[in-house]
Structures are given as C-alpha cells and as structure tokens.
C-alpha cells in the first residue's frame, strides 16, 4: 500500500519494485532498480526517507528515522531488519534481524551482522564488519564480503523485476511513478 501523508507523497522510480504487500507512506523516495518486499514499512510521516539505486528491502522490514534518512546505492537490509539509521552508505549490508537504532551511520562497504544491536548514534567506519548487541567492529570487509553484498543486490534486483513483471507490485505503484528519483 502506498499513500500520502501531512501533504507528502512518496516518489518511486518507474523501474523499482514495491510489493503489493508492502506499506510506503509519506515523504519516502524510492531509487533506480530498488525492491521493496512484502511486509515491509518505509514510515515517512516525520522525515524524509531517501532510497538510492538498486537497494533492496527485504521482507518484514521497518524503517523510520528521527531526522532525514539516507540510504545509499546497492544497500540491502535483510529480513527482518528494523532500521532508524540515519545514513546507511552505498554498497552495505544490514544482516536478517538487525536492528540498527536511531541516527545511527553505516559508512560504505560494511556489513551489520545478523542479529546484531548498533546503538543509537553510533557512527561505523567504512568497510567494517559489525557483530554483537552492542553492535562493535570485528574485522574489515574483504573482498568476499563486498562481492557478496554486491550479488545480493543484484539478485533482488533482478527477483524485484520478475515479481513486477508478474503484476505482484502495489496497483498504485505508477500513480506514484517518478524518473526523477
């Protein structure tokens, strides 16, 4: 579902995916190639929400942010991932069950491991992997990991389009159709 809220509508690009089971509302922008999957709540009813190109967010996500929110190109947010960052950078990975807490930063290239906890105002260095609840920098990406990150992207994206292609996307998905974004 995808609606206007407080006068602010969400901006899609023709070629992302936002599923049908999917709730979009407010000031959301949402990128190039970008797949938004079932369950999942982009909540732009405070602030701007801001989706680069190629981003995936997967099933039963939230995402809501306590100041304008950005998150870069070919970004993934795993199942489940519950996120009020305020800049999650391009080419990283939030990890199934994540929770990644409010203005919170994720500089580009890194990982947020499965589970883990990054507390509020946390900043991450680029290419960084992240464990734990407190969420603390284990190691560096490695080359492994970025080509990982990178695939993932590209599978949902290609997964976003076959489901589009299908007619799975929001019906109202076009009367929200930006190129712009």
């Known amino acids: ?106 500089g580009h290239h890194s990982i947020v491991a499965a589970g883990s906890v990054v507390l509020e105002r946390k900043e991450i260095p680029a290419n960084s992997f992240v464990v734990g609840a407190p969420a603390e920098v284990r190691s560096q990406t490695t080359e492994r990991h970025l080509q990982m990150i990178e695939g993932v992207a590209k599978h949902y994206h290609r997964n976003g389009q076959l489901f589009k292609e299908a007619g799975l996307q929001d019906p109202e998905q076009d009367k929200f159709s930006d190129p712009n974004v």
């Open 1 to 106: 579902m995808i609606r206007s809220f407080g006068g602010k509508s969400p901006r899609i690009h023709p070629t992302a995916f936002v599923s049908e089971a999917a709730y979009v509302v407010g000031d959301v922008e949402i990128g190039e190639g970008s797949s938004i999957w079932p369950g999942t709540i982009l909540r732009g009813n405070v602030n701007k929400i801001k989706i680069g190109k190629f981003v995936d967010i997967q099933d039963n996500c939230v995402v809501h942010s306590d100041s304008p929110a950005y998150y870069g190109d070919y970004v993934t947010l795993g199942h489940h991932v519950i996120c009020h960052a305020k800049t999650v950078e391009d080419h990283s990975l939030i990890g199934n069950g994540a929770v990644v807490n409010g203005d919170a930063v994720i």
